[in-house]
């Protein structure tokens, strides 16, 4: 499989580099963008194949930046991983993210919501 390029979005230093870390042992490459209104201009530019959106707190941008990406034609088809420290999972399938990582985040999870996402092959195929 072809590395393709996943783009972190978030606020938190550790959050980042750990994605960070995780996503080039997957054979990916990373992009990294902080939270705010340049955000979904990055998206719209780099065409990810795949996107991390860290979620720190209720009010946090990132549920907005999702909400978008799901009603705009043009980035609706991209894979967003939700991750937060906050049991946030049914708010996430609400706002039809593609998976949802509670963090701490280990790297086995992180490959599971790769391959959930299409991004990984499974193991042994």
Not at 30 to 58: M, R, T
Not at 91 to 99: D, G, M, T
Request: hydrophobic share 45%; charged share 20%; proline share 5%.
């Amino acid at each position: 499989m072809a590395a393709s390029s996943i783009l972190v979005i978030g606020n938190n230093a550790h959050f980042c580099y750990l994605m960070k870390r995780y996503i080039r042992k997957s054979a990916h490459r990373s992009l990294l963008i902080h939270l705010g209104s340049e955000a979904y201009a990055a998206i719209h530019q780099e065409k990810p194949a795949a996107i991390i959106l860290e979620i720190a707190h209720p009010d946090n941008e990132g549920w907005e930046i999702l909400h978008s990406l799901k009603t705009d034609p043009a980035t609706c088809h991209i894979p967003v991983v939700i991750c937060s420290w906050r049991d946030e999972i049914k708010l996430s399938q609400i706002e039809e993210a593609n998976a949802f990582l509670h963090m701490p985040i280990l790297y086995e999870e992180f490959l599971k919501a790769l391959v959930a996402i299409g991004l990984c092959p499974l193991k042994g195929s």
